[in-house]
């Protein structure tokens, strides 16, 4: 965003109207926004750039929600442009966070340069049912069902008469269980 310093700049005209705004004044806040939404989309436009997929008008959107929510906040002895600004960038932080920066790569043209055969599994199936034996009868139950025999969580909930949250809560400490089993050794 331009400095908040300049001169001839909307400081004063916008500061006055968010007083008016806080005020009580609903029109002078309406203008108020419309006044700051041509600048928040052009903020918008210059950071969204850099990630090229997302609607600079929901990210408009956004800024004017949170300074809504936020006006109370402004200290009306304080410029208005800094408090703008910092809520803009935040905003618009959130945005690129949720997008993330990575582009979109499309997955044509990747099956000649994948690998077409599974790897050779770390843990031989027969490790595995070791360690799984040494988990408590319902762990185990579980733990078999859902990972070795492929079963969802529901059909083990079906086919155990458990809830499915008693379900997810035994596959978790299950698995818990066996991963410090493996890492201590003790699958023999």
């Known amino acids: 965003m331009p400095p908040a310093n300049k001169p ?14 806080l005020a009580g004044d609903a029109a002078a806040y309406r203008l108020l ?25 929901d990210v408009v959107q956004e800024i004017l929600l949170a300074i809504h929510l936020k006006r109370q906040t402004w200290m009306q002895d304080q410029p208005f442009l800094p408090w703008l600004n910092a809520i ?24 000649e340069i994948l690998p077409d055969e599974a ?10 049912n ?8 319902r762990q185990r139950s579980v733990v078999s069902s859902i990972s070795l025999d492929g079963h969802s969580i529901k059909d083990t909930a079906t086919k155990l008469g458990m809830s499915e949250g008693a379900v997810r809560v ?3 400490r299950g698995l818990k269980k066996l991963a410090e089993l493996y890492r201590t050794g003790r699958s023999a």
């Open 8 to 21: 001839d700049g909307p400081e004063k005209a916008w500061a006055d109207l968010m007083r008016a705004g």
């Open 33 to 57: 926004l419309e006044a700051i939404a041509p600048r928040l989309r052009k903020f918008a436009g210059n950071g969204l750039s850099r990630i090229g997929n997302a609607d600079i008008e």
């Open 170 to 172: 035994a596959f978790h």
């Open 119 to 128: 790897p050779a599994p770390e843990t031989s199936h027969s490790e595995l």
């Open 88 to 111: 803009a960038r935040h905003k618009l932080i959130d945005v690129m966070r949720r997008k993330g920066r990575r582009g979109e790569v499309p997955i044509e043209g990747f099956i």
């Open 130 to 137: 070791k360690l799984v034996s040494r988990l408590d009868s």
